[in-house]
């Protein structure tokens, strides 16, 4: 009779939780393999938002939508799981517009520019247009959102004396908030969705453990 009580209220945070956990991995294959397969890209000149332009972006757009599916469910997960303590409020509600930010930035593509796609011109695009605006802002809200959810869950972790999940959260936030620099901006915003679904995806999986 326990078992039968307790398992409905487990089973849909357990499929949230779940559904986080390939966000990242999503989000990263596709990436990859766009980036050695399409003519032209590097990574050190051209973000990954750009693989969005062209006539197979479409590929970049839906990676973006179902990753941020997936950190949407994942945050319901954190709001089911965390039900005490400190972070069970703002941790879901950060983690969910780091997953909102994810969904528009993929709907409002980036400029082409820097010569990707193969045609476009090979410098910076004069005047950046409404679309690419829209994607600018809401990737730099998401990536801040999701610094201060792994801020709020490593001050949870040191209040519970969890000493390796508190540094690592505090230095995944860290790394976020680092300011961009134009020189090494592509390579910082790889670096950033690395740290960020590494984060994301690392507390899926602790979730879905302690439960």
Known sequence: ?????????????????????????????????????REGFDITRHPLSQ?????L??????????????????????????????GRR?????????GAGLVV?????????NGFPVGTPDAPVAEMSWHSIVHSAAAAVAFTALALAAIVL??????????????????????????????FMSIQIAVNGVVAFAWTTVVALSLRTDR
């Open 1 to 37: 009779m326990v078992t039968a009580a307790v398992n409905p209220v487990r089973r849909p945070s357990e499929r949230l939780l779940l559904a986080g956990t390939f966000a990242g991995p999503i989000f990263f294959t596709s990436s990859i393999i766009q980036m050695l397969t």
């Open 51 to 55: 693989l969005s332009t062209g006539s």
């Open 57 to 86: 972006g479409w590929l970049q757009v839906v990676t973006f939508v179902v990753a941020g599916l997936g950190v949407l469910a994942l945050a319901a997960g954190i709001r089911h799981t965390l039900t005490d303590g400190v």
């Open 90 to 98: 703002a941790a879901p509600v950060c983690t969910g517009i780091f």
């Open 105 to 113: 930035a993929g709907l409002f593509t980036a400029d082409s520019e």
């Open 154 to 183: 490593a001050v949870r972790h040191a209040r519970a004396r969890r000493v390796r999940p508190a540094v690592l959260s505090g230095a995944a936030a860290l790394v976020l908030l680092v300011p961009m620099t134009p020189e």
